[in-house]
């Protein structure tokens, strides 16, 4: 579904901030890129919708070059939802999320439809919010409108930058397992940008391990539990001191 | 005669020139908008244009306006007629805090707001049209108020020239030596800024909702 093949990415002549990235994202999975703040996982997820282009190397999605996509069908086939959320202030629920359709030309009614459909997925009372403006929510309240607005042109692809990070870890937990129970129901191809191991262990379904620009390799949930890998092992002693995140 | 009583006598004049006056006023700022306000978007996509169009902008309104009137009095079309002079002067000066409130605006924006709407799929027009100047309107609004209320006062000095307006009376009582002259000018003058910036500001609370 998503291609990386010798992509090599610095921002000034100095420094690469990734380097030699083969990486592929298979249909229907969920990858949680993994690794120190700086160690370029926003960078390589930004690639994928083209907000950044690489410096050498290809992406591909659905086996086309991003280069021959055009930028704006790209991001419509693909969700971005980002810490902050940035939902737009000025407009309430219902439009933040009906936006893309509406850009897309689908009718009023089938608007409205697929977001009450939208707001249900992510268990916000379609007749409670969808005349609300984001000011009246609280974070996680956001961050669930900003999943839904991500979803609202059903994208085959999600992107989600530290999604869940601002949220307070009693929030944290519980929208992480709505977001599971939403990911089997649509069986997205997903991936994830966090710090926090023990998120990455409880969303995805592999991870990859990102260490100063480089790809330290992928792992299934229990291969990396079990690996020997010294950058691995370093992840797996902080679980077991506790805090699952580095940095908040 | 008390002042109310020269005033009623001569309010056909009065009238007339206090409509002259808007009209020298109104025609500017809507060229300033129309300018300034896509120059303003403008510099916010290209940042190498932000010093020479805002730097622009400033040294036309650091000029004296009678001298702003002088220089542009040789020029061929422009300078042919006092109120065509005077309406270029005037969408001059008002330019600068149409282009900057603009600028600011826009770039005031939440960054996150902007990236999000970018990685949704958002054509550079839907962000500008859907986003972003709905969200900096309040700013903007506060520079037309800014711009109009300076552009009411220095269209007293296009009296001067000869393009009309209350500053007739100005300039005429001051030659004739005559108060009441100059205050018929004046007064008015004072009441349209006063005015111009009341209804501006309501039409501002109006318009923008707190959409912080």
Same mark, same amino acid.
């Given at each position: 579904?998503?291609?990386?093949?010798?992509?090599?990415?610095?921002?000034?002549?100095?420094?690469? %901030?990734?380097?030699?990235?083969?990486?592929?994202?298979?249909?229907?999975? /969920?990858?949680?890129?993994?690794?120190?703040?700086?160690?370029?996982? /926003?960078?390589?997820?930004?690639?994928?919708?083209?907000?950044?282009? @690489?410096?050498?190397?290809?992406?591909?999605?659905?086996?086309?070059? %991003?280069?021959?996509?055009?930028?704006?069908?790209?991001?419509?086939?693909?969700?971005? &939802?980002?810490?902050?959320?940035?939902?737009?202030?000025?407009?309430?629920?219902?439009?933040?999320?009906?936006?893309?359709?509406?850009?897309?030309?689908?009718?009023?009614?089938?608007?409205?439809?697929?977001?009450? #459909?939208?707001?249900?997925? &992510?268990?916000?009372? @379609?007749?409670?919010?969808?005349?609300?403006? @984001?000011?009246?929510?609280?974070?996680?309240?956001?961050?669930?409108?900003?999943?839904?607005?991500?979803?609202?042109?059903?994208?085959?692809?999600?992107?989600?930058?530290?999604?869940?990070?601002?949220?307070?870890?009693?929030?944290?937990?519980?929208?992480?397992?709505?977001?599971?129970?939403?990911?089997?129901?649509?069986?997205? /191809?997903?991936?994830?940008?966090?710090?926090?191991?023990?998120?990455?262990?409880? %969303?995805?379904?592999?991870?990859?391990?990102? #260490?100063?620009?480089?790809?330290?390799?992928?792992?299934?949930? /229990?291969?990396?539990?079990?690996?020997?890998? @010294?950058?691995?092992?370093?992840?797996?002693?902080?679980?077991?001191?506790?805090?699952?995140?580095?940095?908040? | 005669?008390?002042?109310?009583?020269?005033?009623?006598?001569?309010?056909?004049?009065?009238?007339? $020139?206090?409509?002259?006056? $808007?009209?020298?006023?109104?025609?500017?700022?809507l060229l300033a908008v129309a300018i300034g306000v896509p120059l303003g978007v403008l510099i916010t996509r290209k940042a190498s244009l932000n010093k020479p169009i805002l730097g622009s902008a400033n040294v036309i309104q650091t000029i004296p306006s009678l001298a702003l009137f002088g220089f542009l009095m040789p020029l061929p079309w422009l300078g042919a007629r006092a109120d065509r002079l005077a309406i270029a002067a005037l969408t001059g000066y008002a330019l600068l805090p149409v282009i900057r409130n603009t600028y600011t605006g826009i770039m005031g924006v939440d960054p996150g707001v902007r990236e999000a709407a970018r990685g949704m799929g958002l054509t550079d027009w839907q962000l500008l049209w859907h986003v972003e100047l709905p969200l900096a309107l309040g700013v903007i609004l506060a520079g037309v108020r800014v711009a109009t209320v300076i552009t009411v006062g220095i269209a007293t000095i296009a009296a001067a020239i000869g393009a009309g307006g209350?500053?007739?009376?100005?300039?005429?009582?001051?030659?004739?030596?005559?108060?009441?002259?100059? $205050?018929?000018?004046?007064? =008015?003058?004072? $009441?349209?800024?006063?005015?111009?910036?009341?209804?501006?500001?309501?039409?501002?609370?109006?318009?923008? =909702?707190?959409?912080?």
């Amino acid at each position: 579904m998503i291609e990386f093949r010798n992509v090599r990415y610095s921002a000034d002549r100095q420094r690469d %901030v990734l380097l030699n990235l083969n990486l592929k994202v298979e249909v229907g999975e /969920t990858l949680v890129l993994v690794g120190r703040s700086g160690c370029g996982k /926003t960078t390589t997820l930004k690639m994928i919708n083209r907000l950044l282009d @690489p410096s050498e190397g290809q992406i591909l999605v659905e086996g086309r070059p %991003v280069r021959d996509w055009d930028p704006i069908r790209l991001r419509r086939r693909i969700g971005y &939802v980002i810490q902050e959320v940035g939902l737009f202030p000025h407009f309430t629920i219902e439009r933040n999320i009906g936006l893309l359709p509406q850009l897309e030309g689908w009718p009023p009614e089938r608007r409205r439809q697929r977001v009450d #459909e939208l707001l249900q997925m &992510v268990s916000l009372d @379609p007749a409670e919010f969808r005349g609300r403006y @984001p000011r009246e929510l609280s974070g996680g309240q956001r961050q669930r409108v900003g999943v839904a607005r991500a979803l609202a042109a059903d994208p085959p692809i999600l992107l989600m930058d530290e999604p869940f990070g601002a949220l307070d870890p009693l929030t944290r937990a519980e929208i992480q397992r709505g977001f599971l129970a939403l990911q089997k129901r649509l069986r997205k /191809t997903i991936v994830f940008v966090t710090h926090d191991i023990r998120e990455a262990l409880v %969303v995805g379904t592999r991870i990859a391990l990102l #260490e100063a620009g480089k790809l330290v390799g992928t792992y299934s949930r /229990t291969a990396f539990l079990n690996s020997t890998d @010294p950058a691995v092992a370093a992840y797996r002693d902080v679980l077991r001191t506790g805090d699952g995140a580095t940095e908040s | 005669m008390s002042l109310l009583d020269f005033f009623y006598r001569n309010r056909a004049e009065i009238w007339m $020139l206090t409509l002259e006056h $808007l009209w020298l006023v109104g025609l500017s700022m809507l060229l300033a908008v129309a300018i300034g306000v896509p120059l303003g978007v403008l510099i916010t996509r290209k940042a190498s244009l932000n010093k020479p169009i805002l730097g622009s902008a400033n040294v036309i309104q650091t000029i004296p306006s009678l001298a702003l009137f002088g220089f542009l009095m040789p020029l061929p079309w422009l300078g042919a007629r006092a109120d065509r002079l005077a309406i270029a002067a005037l969408t001059g000066y008002a330019l600068l805090p149409v282009i900057r409130n603009t600028y600011t605006g826009i770039m005031g924006v939440d960054p996150g707001v902007r990236e999000a709407a970018r990685g949704m799929g958002l054509t550079d027009w839907q962000l500008l049209w859907h986003v972003e100047l709905p969200l900096a309107l309040g700013v903007i609004l506060a520079g037309v108020r800014v711009a109009t209320v300076i552009t009411v006062g220095i269209a007293t000095i296009a009296a001067a020239i000869g393009a009309g307006g209350l500053g007739e009376f100005i300039f005429r009582g001051l030659a004739m030596v005559d108060n009441r002259v100059i $205050l018929a000018g004046a007064i =008015p003058a004072a $009441l349209m800024a006063l005015a111009a910036d009341f209804f501006l500001g309501w039409a501002g609370r109006r318009l923008v =909702p707190a959409s912080k």
